[in-house]
């Protein structure tokens, strides 16, 4: 029996209860032999609660001073945690993300994980405790002060853990059955993926399904670590994301055509009017946004205007970095040459994601004419080769799920998707 890396996000210990329901699931797993590193997020809405506590006291709060505030609600989960399990009869130590090993470049708010040195992890593990890792946060090794890792971090670091303790999964325990073929909170008749490659996860993820951070996957592909997706609150098995399918009975899982269906309403759109149609424009606005240090997704260009030479770029980023976009394009305007800003935050992303798409002719067609036939218009259309993305009003964005969802025979005809827990929020 070897190490396993189990993640608990903040639906699964929302209340006393929730402790104490996730702590008899460690000591099982403790008692059936195994090693067990425990990562843990927020009780519930902490990190939003905490988010609106600091915006309270300053509109744009420092980042060092939000990481510094955030990362108190990892801490609190993990001490109740480790306190839970001690109850239980079981030795269990707490360790913050900085003393877990968890080191980080110095960009707060959304660091990136350079290194794991979890020594201490792997010496009270030795001493037979089982670890309880605050997810989310690290420390930065150029100016040593405490780090995030970006919303939703907690399953980063427990995959960065599995990896640097060579663990033989990294199980992410949330208030869903697995990884589904649409968010089970818009769509009930979605259906349980069994597995899906890290590339269809990675796409998801990337387009907005927050079951796993897209950090998350991209690390697990880096060192080839299994993740299993499953509920905290029922026994079932969840989903397996890994790079080769595994087996039911002596049968391979095939791989499906379609993966799913993944949407986002967190981003913004931002067009910038009359721009003039010669060569650097499009260079100058998007090195500005680029040393902002603003991570764009989508981009469309109008033709010009003959009678005018001017057109329009469009783009779309996190409504998070919306502010500091704008500022950043205002203070450029001279040196860009643009008429005006447009900002629109009430916009939505609707991607279908699946490999098979590669092969099968037809896939894009079917996908607009299913938006077509529910009445929703099409703003912006981004592809990748097992991937297209298309921008609609935000209103429309349950509706066009479902309705695609529908028509690639992804709904489900027995059960309907359980949703345990959490606010959606
Ligand atoms: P946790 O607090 O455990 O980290 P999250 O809220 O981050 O949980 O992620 C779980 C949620 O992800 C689910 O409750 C569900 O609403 C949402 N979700 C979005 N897309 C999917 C999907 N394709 N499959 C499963 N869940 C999804
Ligand atoms: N608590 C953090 C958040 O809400 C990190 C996490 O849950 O993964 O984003
Ligand atoms: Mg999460």
Redesign the pocket.
Known sequence: MGLVVQ??????VADAEGIKRVAKRIVEAKKNGHQVVAVV?AMGDTTDELIDLAEQVSPIPAGRELDMLLTAGERISMALLAMAIKNLGHSAQSFTGSQAGVITDSVHNKARIIDVTPGRIRDSLDEGNIAIVAGFQGVSQDTKDITTLGR?G??TTAVALAAALDAEVCE???????????????VKK?R??DWISFEDMLE?AAS??????HRCVEYARRYNIPIH?RS?FSGLQG?WVSSEPIKQGDKQVEQAIIS????DTSEAKITVVGVPDKPGEAAAIFRTIADAEINIDMVVQNVSAASTGLTDISFTLPKTEGRKAIDALEKNKAGIGFDSLRYDDQIGKISLVGAGMKTNPGVTAAFFEALSDAGVNIELISTSEIRISVVTRADDVSEAVRAVHTAFGLDSDSDE?V?Y??T??
């Open positions: 993640k608990y996000g903040g639906s699964s997020s939703g907690s399953d992410i325990y949330t208030d869903v059955d697995g990884v589904f073929t649409a968010d089970p909170r818009v979605a349980k993926i998801l907005g399904s927050k079951v796993l951070l997706v905290s989903t799913g269906v993944a949407h998707a949703v827990g959490g959606g929020r």
